[in-house]
């Protein structure tokens, strides 16, 4: 037995000495730049203003304009775990932003409110996991100003991931560490996010390069929705409102830049991986609309960041070694009061509430609990035990739901999930919402909204919908040995882990969604 150990290290020596050029062109950095509610057209959009990291990327990389997270609640949770999983939600177990990370058993380091964070729920495997399956030494570190963002293209190993609170600092949780690493606190010590007080965030570019109107009440529900915005003079303040602009994203760049050097990552043998979520365009669409004269400067903003970050990154380590890929967790859809005059139906704000409101009345008066049914915005739960030996039938209780439903304006369908049509490419919405559940949920019915309706009050403007405007994202792969080219067929975020997993020659450790894309 004894010989047999010892026999198979000297083996792995070998092969190793057989293909040295092999080894020492294997990429030393997997960067996953994924951008919070970037459209799949801001890059076409605004191409022709590009200067930066994104006219890099589209005129060096392979760029798909059709690529989409095909599933149907497209939120931040969902996507940042599909991205590098290369699975959709029903086998990741990331749902919705509502059953995400939140981890009271895991509590941020240095924040004593507030609930924890960690990845107990995400299933399975994810393209890291599979490099250090073969790689031990391979190591990881994402950056996010949202917990999600951070957490989920890693999974459930316990690397270096740091997300930003709002308080001013960064920090993790107990899941990953017990204490902050020396360069996090020597970075928080430098206050960069208060250094932001009383900045003021104006147009980068001459006014008449962009083809908004800036003042359009509906935007920022009339408050502070014209440039210039100006930050507050409090640097504690600053430090917490400036997540909703393109300040943020500086902040992460430069975070991702620190952490690459304190960490002496990407320097091969083996293969890392760098995973850096920039939320401020998400922050800002949710406030004032992803058409409005803010959410045009702040992609521009982008592309001059990202280009910077790509710069440095490209001075500090061998970018014939480095694979890029930039992408977004979800898309976006406009403020459904600015839609055009001729859309029908109109967009509107929607409620399941008046149809469960009706549901538990009937269960009350036969007898059943009324919480035996429940909304979860566009999911419908029920807990069918509970009709046991009563008058009333799950399934009647769920056609008049149904019809209650339907009777409310904005929405455009509702479907029990058992029924859905599975992998159809005739319904793109049917075939995505099967991809969100497994098929043994407890999720009876899902609601669908008509084109450009939202759910909720709370916000200007949102996503979360199975329609192409949330789905649609744009994914970029660059790097050594992948010639530039735009390419227009459909393709799926779960794409991406298995292409990267290709080109470093790793395999997946499970069965994927996703399928290896040829970039020639
Ligand atoms: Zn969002």
Redesign the pocket.
Known sequence: MLKRILVLPALAILATVAHPQTTAQKPALVVMITI??FRGDYLTRFGSQFTGGFARLTKGGVWFTNAHHDHGIT??APGHASLLSGRFPRSTGIAA?RVGVLDSNAPLLGFSGGLGASPARFQGTELFDWIKSVDPKARAFSVSAKDRGAILPIGKSKQQVYWYPGDGEFTTSRYYADSLPAWVRKFNDRLLPQSYAGKTWAPLLPDAEYKEIDDVPAEGNGVDFVFPHVMPTDPDQAASLVRATPFMDEIIVAMALEGVTALDLGRGPGTDVLAVSLSAT??V??RLGPASKESHDQVLRDDRIVGVFLDSLFRLRDSSRIIVILSAD?G?SPIPELAPADANPRPTRVSLFPALTAARKRLAAAGVDSLAIDVDQQIVLMDRAAFKGKKISPESLLDSFEKDARAINGIARIDRFANLARDTATDPVARRWSHQFPANTNVEMVATLTPGSLWGTL?VA???SPYDYDSNVPIVFYGPGIAPARRTEFVRTVDIAPTVAALIGVKPLEKLDGVPLNLK
Do not use: K, R, V, Y
């Open positions: 919070d509610g939120e931040t932003n998400d922050a669409n949710h979800h976006f916000l949102s996503h979360g």
